[in-house]
Every structure is written in C-alpha cells, then in structure tokens.
C-alpha cells in the first residue's frame, strides 16, 4: 500500500507557473513508476506525465516543453513544474503510482492522491 497528497495547486494567470509535490508514504517509493493526471469539468481523466523508476520521464503532447516532471526518493516526493500555463490547463490535478515500469494509462495505476486544484486565468 501507498498513501498519496498532492500540493501546491492554486490559481495563477496565464503565462505564470506552479509546482505540484506529491509526498509518498507506504511502500518503498523507488519501486513505483509515477504520473500525473488531470481532470476538468466534463472531460475525461487524461495522462500529463510519467517518470520511471529510474527518472526517465514522459510527456503528453499537451504539456511538452512547458511541464518538467522529477522525483526524489529520498524524500519520497515526486514533482511536476508547470510553466507557460494556459487557461486550458485548468483541472484537477492527480498524482499517482503504477508496479507497471511506465505507463501513459490510468487503469495501470493502482493509487492515486486526493487532488489538487489548478486553474489559471486569462
């Protein structure tokens, strides 16, 4: 088992930037593959990025280039910087952990955090 808590979500204008943290507990976190996710009103869940066990990261097309995502184990936190931020970013943010070395699907995924609210405005 795994316990998961995003932070650092809020609101922010367009063009500005947020750093998400994601603090693991449970299990070994270097044994999990990470991701995030996000959700907005009425869409579906979709991919946004993904680190192996080894820090090799992964991008949707969406996000490249204006997201980096970095994890830490030792202090079990995974990371997602956001910058160049657009209004259509505006979701809920999840973090998640898969066994699965990397995955860009969200039912490989066997936990997830509560969320995090990110919106920005334009």
């Known amino acids: 088992q795994v316990q998961l808590v995003e932070s650092g979500g809020g609101l922010v204008q367009a063009g500005g930037s947020l750093n998400l943290s994601c603090a693991a507990s449970?299990?070994?976190?270097?044994?999990?593959?990470m991701g995030w996710f996000r959700q907005a009103p009425g869409k579906e869940r979709e991919f946004v990025a993904g680190?192996?066990?080894?820090?090799?990261?992964g991008y949707a097309d969406a996000v490249k280039g204006r997201f980096t995502i970095s994890r830490e184990n030792a202090k079990n936190t995974v990371y997602l910087q956001m910058n160049s931020l657009k209004p259509e970013d505006t979701a809920v943010y999840y973090c998640?952990?898969?066994?699965?070395?990397?995955?860009?699907?969200?039912?490989?995924?066997?936990?997830w955090g509560q969320g995090t609210q990110v919106t920005v405005s334009s």
């Open positions: 998640a952990a898969t066994d699965y070395i990397y995955s860009i699907y969200d039912i490989h995924y066997s936990y």
């Open positions: 449970g299990r070994t976190f270097s044994s999990f593959a």
């Open positions: 680190i192996s066990r080894n820090s090799r990261p």
